[in-house]
């Protein structure tokens, strides 16, 4: 059963400081998604990682995925505020179906 | 391109009343999906299609049926609402030639009560 694991789900950062968010999962897959989602909002998409060792950016957001290892990155460069959301990563399985797992989120909050 | 869009918005039921949420999308795209959002917790999938006339069950399934009669429209039944399916209900669509990245709808919220 694939599990995908994000950490940490809750986030409070200055302004200005960096940091990671890190979501691992447990089965092969070569599919990864990050997703935006504003309180009471739909969910956004940011990056498609479909490879190992893809990186991709924008603005202050750079994703990683290294499908060895199980793991994708979500970097946040010089927070600030209008970041201030919640964070999934999505895992893609089944084949050619297109199906997505989900992790629980992680909560960012960025203070001035 | 109006994307995907969901009806209704809000939807207040009481326990053992059914209703339909509607999901249309107009990109063409053959893969539609069904997702709860629990408060605090991710997306779970609960049916999807990949094509007119073909659905299948995804991790919570119990107490939804679908149907995909066109391309474009994806409805979820909802028989004898119980308060456990309280919750925000999203739906998405893709397609293979973008790397199955998948565009939501702005959700229905549905209380039971």
């Known amino acids: 059963e694939l599990k995908v694991e994000q950490n940490p789900l809750f986030l409070s950062m200055q302004e200005g400081k960096n940091y990671t968010i890190y979501c691992n999962y447990s089965?092969?897959?070569?599919?990864l998604y990050w997703y935006r989602q504003d309180p009471g909002k739909s969910l956004e998409s940011l990056f498609v990682?479909?490879?190992?060792?893809a990186v991709k950016q924008e603005g202050r957001l750079m994703a990683s995925l290294d499908t060895k290892a199980r793991l994708s990155t979500l970097h946040i460069t010089a927070a600030v505020h209008d970041l201030s959301a919640t964070y999934f990563c999505a895992v893609g399985y089944g084949g050619s179906q297109g199906n997505l797992i989900f992790g629980k989120g992680t909560k960012l909050s960025v203070k001035p | 391109n109006a994307g995907v869009t969901q009806t209704p918005k809000f939807r207040i039921l009481k326990i053992g009343q059914s209703m339909t949420l509607q999901c249309a999308q107009d990109m063409n795209h053959n893969y539609m999906y069904w997702y709860r959002q629990d408060p605090g917790m991710g997306l779970k999938l609960i049916y999807y299609?990949?094509?007119?006339?073909?659905?299948d069950k995804g991790e919570v399934p119990n107490g939804y049926n679908v149907s995909r009669s066109t391309t474009e429209d994806f409805p979820l039944r909802l028989e004898l609402a119980a308060p456990s399916q309280t919750s925000v209900y999203f739906c998405?669509?893709?397609?293979?030639?973008?790397?199955?990245?998948?565009?939501f709808g702005p959700g229905t919220r549905l209380t039971v009560t």
């Open positions: 089965t092969t897959s070569d599919r």
């Open positions: 299609s990949v094509g007119a006339g073909i659905t």
């Open positions: 990682l479909l490879s190992n060792g």
């Open positions: 998405a669509s893709t397609t293979p030639g973008q790397g199955y990245e998948q565009y």
